[in-house]
């Protein structure tokens, strides 16, 4: 095994492709192709399965993938470890989460501290999110609710409650609050299992002996604001998440106190990457500040 085949196979899992796998290494096709071939072929192992121009890794691909993922950015640090001292860091840094409302202050402090870092925020749900964190494909989570793994460090962000979330003039104007117990009464929109929202209200539904069923189901919570918007029924969102849209309004539950609580989430394997460092300090120093 070496280095060079280690590099060549993991630069193709990590773009998706031989060709762009060769742009990124700066070395021609038919080498990253052959590097690759020559590990499989003496390891006796297939790590990708080529079709119609398609590259897609194995099972043994994955589990090979998730190594030097390890293996490489242990590199990095060391690399960013010779060169500690300098103003800041540079990168990509990529956060998934529920609403990035929970760290805009946070994002802005820093980049401020860190202007050569790109970063990317892309929304999930809590499984989704886990995942990609325990697959090296994001270095922040946020996630509402407390994770408690073995795996995972954890930074409380806070507590919100969970609202009814409906078009402006679905219900009269004066309602002010409306009762969890009559939810049955009117159509229900969910968002999709594994969403932590959906799951704390069927965990009080439960609670209650109350059977609520959603009349529409949607994937991810803009889909879920726009059919609430029509005027379909009643959704549900943290009070955190809601943020401007005059299309629509929150009311509070009456009976129940139901909430997110919100936290940052990291994998405890990669707290020393200077990246995730970086930003878990910004985090601590905007917590800080609001206190």
Do not use: C
């Amino acid at each position: 095994m070496r280095y060079s085949q280690l590099r060549a196979f993991h630069h193709v899992a990590l773009h998706g492709g031989f060709s762009r796998a060769a742009r990124a290494l700066n070395i021609s096709q038919p080498s990253v192709s052959d590097q690759v071939r020559q590990l499989e072929q003496r390891h006796d192992i297939l790590l990708f399965t080529r079709e119609a121009r398609q590259v897609r890794m194995t099972e043994a691909g994955e589990a090979l993938f998730r190594l030097t993922s390890e293996m490489f950015e242990v590199e990095e640090r060391i690399g960013a470890l010779f060169d500690e001292n300098r103003a800041g860091l540079s990168g990509h840094l990529r956060i998934m989460a529920d609403s990035a409302m929970h760290i805009t202050d946070a994002v802005q402090r820093f980049r401020e501290a860190n202007p050569d870092v790109f970063v990317t925020i892309r929304t999930g749900n809590t499984e989704d999110l886990l995942r990609r964190l325990r697959n090296y494909e994001a270095e922040i989570g946020v996630v509402g609710n407390t994770i408690s793994a073995p795996d995972i460090d954890s930074i409380d962000l806070g507590r919100t409650p969970i609202l009814a979330l409906v078009a402006k003039d679905y219900l009269p104007a004066s309602t002010r609050w409306i009762a969890f117990r009559d939810l049955a009464r009117y159509p229900l929109i969910f968002r999709e299992d594994g969403s932590r929202t959906r799951a704390q209200v069927e965990e009080e539904a439960a609670r209650l002996k109350l059977s609520l069923t959603p009349v529409i189901e949607v994937e991810g919570r803009e889909a879920m604001r726009e059919v609430v918007a029509s005027g379909a029924g009643i959704g549900f969102i943290s009070e955190a998440e809601f943020g401007h849209d005059q299309r629509l309004r929150t009311i509070p539950f009456q009976d129940i106190d139901i909430g997110m609580s919100e936290s940052l989430v990291t994998l405890s394997a990669r707290r020393d990457v200077p990246l995730i460092r970086g930003f878990v300090k910004a985090v601590h120093r905007t917590l800080g500040r609001k206190q």
